[in-house]
């Protein structure tokens, strides 16, 4: 039920957590229509992006309403700042972005490799299902951004702030997570292989369901704060299927926890229809009666009582 209940989510991702950017996102999906290569001033607005921008040179620009689903970016962009930019399904290769700022920016699916982006600024952006390896976010901000279903890898997080950032669904092996600080985020069903979390802050982390930690980062994390304990329905799975050890296994358990509450969800209301439809109520039946007038015996009836509250007694008829 839990599952279904959040279908909504997955085709409005800041519905919960980041509503007052969905109406930002909603503008910059119409940004765009301009020149489609970046030009030479430190601000530049409603570009539309296509194809492939290699070293680029963009320290300290401003980009806004820019539009560019599917392009691939490299090069320096140290300083830069991406406001109300539609950028869902580009490729980030190797760029350098110490610094920068995104602010409204859907990133949905993007992709970025071997990049560097320590002490960045990421709010109210989306990037669901993007893929990210090898990037360095050490001492990065992040504030009510949506990851989930991403996968990073190999993320040097060290320092990070995660603020209010939504992360369920998502797989995280071989990241740096020390000293990162994960105030009020949801981790829930989400997959931490091999990673770092010594000196984690976790107050406020809502972590049902996370797979892929030791007893003692459990541990360690519900010291820190955070609820990190699984749910029964995902720990029988788990056992069941082996899920839990390693990303495959946490995406095999997800699958039937999700199938089992919907064959539950299913089941029960037709359950309850079947009962009634072989069982169905008489009408004429009172409510509050159980059993058989025909088998109910007739019972003595009592003489009502006189006016002092004693009963009447018996009529003799009279003599002839």
């Known amino acids: ?60 620009v401003e980009i806004t309403d820019t539009a560019g689903e599917g392009a691939t970016l490299s090069g320096s962009l140290g300083g830069s700042s991406w406001r109300r930019c539609a950028l869902a399904g580009t490729t980030w290769a190797a760029v350098d972005a ?33 893929t990210l390896d090898g990037l360095d976010l050490s001492g990065a901000v992040l504030v009510l951004c949506d990851l989930s279903g991403a996968r990073l890898s190999n993320c040097n997080l060290a320092g990070a702030r995660l603020v209010g950032c939504d992360l369920t669904g998502a797989r995280l092996q071989g990241c740096d997570l020390s000293g990162a600080d994960l105030g009020a985020s949801t981790l829930r069903d989400c997959s931490l292989v091999d990673c770092t979390l010594d000196g984690v802050v976790a107050r406020g982390v809502d972590a049902g369901g996370l797979s892929g930690v030791t007893d003692a980062q459990r541990q360690l994390l519900a010291d820190a704060g955070a609820r990190a304990r699984a749910s029964l329905l995902y720990s029988l799975w788990a056992r069941m299927l082996g899920g839990g050890a390693s990303a495959e296994g946490h995406r095999r358990t997800r699958v039937a926890v999700a199938l089992t509450w ?19 109520i008489d009408p004429d039946l009172h409510p509050g009666f159980v059993g058989n007038y025909e088998d109910e015996e007739p019972q003595d009836e009592q003489p009502p009582p006189d006016a002092e509250g004693e009963p009447q007694p018996d009529e003799q008829p009279a003599p002839e």
């Open 262 to 280: 919907a064959v539950l969800s299913t089941a029960v209301p037709l359950a309850f229809f079947a009962r009634a439809a072989l069982n169905p």
């Open 98 to 130: 110490a610094g920068a700022t995104w602010d409204a920016v859907d990133l949905k699916g993007s992709s970025w490799s071997g990049g560097h982006a320590p002490h960045a600024r990421l709010s109210h952006c989306s990037l669901r299902e993007a």
């Open 1 to 60: 039920m839990r599952r279904l209940m959040s279908l909504p989510r997955l085709a409005t991702p800041f519905l919960r957590s980041q509503r007052g950017a969905l109406s930002l996102v909603s503008a910059a999906r119409g940004a765009g229509g301009g020149a489609t290569a970046f030009g030479d001033g430190l601000v530049q607005r409603g570009l539309q992006l296509q194809g492939e921008h290699a070293g680029l040179q963009l320290a300290g």
